[in-house]
């Protein structure tokens, strides 16, 4: 039989969806002509829509080597490697497939290019990608996916007009495997970023009429109940929700952490101290549980212990502008250490300008020291972690992108004929954010069990200013740390010795945005592409 004949024979296979007789006529054609390339990309079509990647890239493979400019091979080759989370050989494709396509105006190339970003955590580049698939066809078969992943993008973006515009936009007919009551979690969510409570309260509501169990909803609207300062009814309803989604996952380390903070505002130490140790155990890196944790200990004077939290905050999580100021406070505090809390309330205006009450504090001591005024204001209270889902690690997320350290350079740069996509937004045209940053680094955490233990710290000189800091090495930081039970064994902790501080320098860190990904139910599309 002629290979014409066999390659006939195999798409009336084709045609009747019988893949297994498909792939054999086309194997068959092969066995004429080693070198066709269109029976070789059936083939390999074929493969990948029956989930058989490692075959289907091995003719991908086969057919690059003979057409090194086959822009529709690489294509599929980078959509491949992106169901497999070979990101950086899906990188690879996708820039040959931009290099050679005649029109690379293809909605399922800058739709995987767009996955693939999402999965590197390059947020702005995904955003553009995205955009410009419905800007090149608003009718694509996964607009409403897309719109999915903006919503989430903008919300992490902090852009929450734009993304209730996009959850809005497909409340009627979410993206399968999502439900509608999917999408309200995400507004309920996106509400509670924006401190509209009784709206959020609300989303989350319709979600527990239809899932009362489910452990993540009962997490976060417990934990709007917290939102009402200094109302002990609202701690306790909390903590009943808290409560209730623990049942239901006792591993989930933000409903330890979010339940002991409940207990915070009924000042009961103790099962505070019981919840962050459970947190910590389960996500020992999350700098917002120790900056709480250091809040705990100085609400009970045990000052030698926060400074121990917070150093490990910073060393965690250097951006975050509650630690510094609870350092300032904590210095202020021991023995009056005016210059250097004024150094810290410094780093956390760096980190936070909007922290006016670091600013106003930097003020008030500038004047004390110049002698304008009397120091005989006591030092503020600490403030705990304003958002406390924005520094969940990935795990604790149950994130399933597999994250490379760092990003490439944008694909978009890479073709002068799809510059003009660069700008492309479907709301605005305004946006822009900075480009993403490696993490930034930080020391290893504890992942043993919770036992009470005690480190020291070496004493080495530290000369810090709010711009340059000089980093010390602490002598037990790499092992397993669990938190002290308030009260327990402390030395006296009257005074601070400020040499002891380990501080972190701010000059060579990127400051980025952490907020969290939440989602129900996870969208895994690419595999149909």
């Known amino acids: 039989m002629s290979t014409n004949k066999t390659q006939k024979k195999a798409g009336l296979a084709e045609a009747m969806v019988d893949h297994t007789k498909a792939v054999n006529c086309?194997?068959?054609?092969?066995?004429?002509?080693?070198?066709?390339?269109?029976?070789?990309?059936?083939i390999a079509i074929l493969y990948r829509d029956q989930d058989k990647l490692d075959k289907a890239v091995n003719y991908l493979k086969r057919v690059v080597q003979l057409q090194d400019n086959s822009?529709?091979?690489?294509?599929?080759?980078?959509?491949?490697?992106?169901?497999?989370?070979?990101l950086h050989d899906a990188y690879y494709a996708y820039q040959q497939a931009l290099l050679f396509l005649p029109n690379p105006r293809d909605p399922k190339l800058w739709y995987g290019i767009g996955i693939l970003y999402d999965r590197y955590g390059s947020l702005e580049h995904a955003e553009e990608a995205f955009t410009a698939v419905i800007k090149m066809d608003a009718t694509f078969e996964k607009t409403n996916e897309?719109?999915?992943?903006?919503?989430?993008?903008?919300?992490?973006?902090?852009?929450?007009?734009?993304?209730?515009?996009?959850?809005?936009?497909?409340?009627?007919?979410?993206?399968?495997?999502?439900?509608?009551?999917?999408?309200?979690?995400?507004?309920g969510h996106v509400y509670e970023q924006q401190k509209e409570v009784e709206r959020a309260k609300e989303a989350y509501e319709?979600?527990?009429?239809?899932?009362?169990?489910?452990?993540?909803?009962?997490?976060?609207?417990?934990?709007?109940?917290?939102?009402?300062?200094?109302?002990?009814?609202s701690c306790q309803t909390a903590i009943e929700h808290l409560t209730r989604s623990l049942k239901t996952d006792s591993h989930d380390a933000q409903s330890w952490y979010l339940l002991g903070r409940s207990y915070i505002g009924l000042k009961n130490f103790n099962q505070a101290y019981e919840s962050y140790q459970q947190a910590v155990f389960r996500d020992a890196k999350n700098p917002a549980f120790w900056c709480s944790i250091g809040v705990l200990y100085y609400q009970i004077h045990q000052y030698q212990d926060a400074l121990d939290a917070y150093n490990r905050a910073l060393r965690l999580g250097p951006y975050i502008s509650e630690s510094w100021f609870n350092l300032g406070v904590l210095y202020e505090t021991s023995n009056n250490q005016i210059t250097s809390a004024i150094e810290a309330y410094s780093n956390a205006v760096q980190v936070d300008p909007s922290?006016?009450?670091?600013?106003?504090?930097?003020?008030?001591?500038?004047?004390?020291?110049?002698?304008?005024?009397?120091?005989?204001?006591?030092?503020?209270?600490?403030?705990d972690i304003t958002h406390p889902y924005q520094y969940q690690s990935s795990s604790?997320?149950?994130?399933?992108?597999?994250?490379?350290?760092?990003?490439?350079?944008?694909?978009?740069k890479q073709n002068d004929r799809l510059r003009h996509l660069s700008s492309s937004s479907t709301f605005s045209s305004s946006i822009c954010i900075p480009s993403p940053s490696s993490p930034i680094p930080s020391s290893s955490s504890a992942t043993g069990t919770p036992t009470t233990t005690t480190t020291t710290t070496t004493t080495t000189t530290t000369t810090a200013t709010p711009s340059t800091t000089t980093a010390v090495d602490?002598?037990?930081?790499?092992?397993?740390?669990?938190?002290?039970?308030?009260?327990?064994?402390?030395?006296?902790?009257?005074?601070?010795?400020?040499?002891?501080?380990?501080?972190?320098?701010?000059?060579?860190l990127h400051l980025v945005s952490a907020t969290s990904l939440v989602t129900s139910a996870p969208i895994t599309p690419v595999s149909s592409m």
């Open 26 to 42: 086309y194997k068959s054609a092969l066995k004429h002509n080693p070198n066709s390339v269109s029976a070789l990309l059936r």
């Open 71 to 86: 822009g529709e091979a690489w294509s599929l080759l980078g959509h491949c490697y992106l169901a497999m989370e070979a």
């Open 146 to 187: 897309i719109y999915f992943r903006l919503g989430i993008i903008y919300k992490q973006q902090q852009k929450y007009d734009l993304s209730l515009q996009c959850f809005r936009h497909i409340l009627p007919q979410p993206p399968k495997p999502l439900m509608q009551v999917d999408i309200w979690y995400q507004m």
């Open 206 to 233: 319709r979600v527990l009429k239809e899932k009362p169990e489910d452990s993540k909803v009962l997490q976060q609207y417990g934990w709007l109940f917290m939102q009402t300062p200094n109302d002990p009814s």
């Open 355 to 383: 922290n006016n009450a670091a600013r106003q504090r930097i003020e008030y001591l500038k004047n004390c020291v110049d002698g304008r005024i009397k120091n005989g204001e006591p030092p503020p209270a600490p403030q």
């Open 396 to 412: 604790s997320r149950g994130s399933s992108s597999s994250l490379s350290s760092s990003s490439p350079p944008p694909l978009l």
């Open 474 to 508: 602490t002598s037990n930081s790499d092992t397993n740390r669990a938190t002290k039970r308030p009260g327990q064994n402390h030395s006296d902790n009257s005074t601070i010795d400020n040499k002891r501080l380990k501080q972190t320098s701010l000059d060579n």
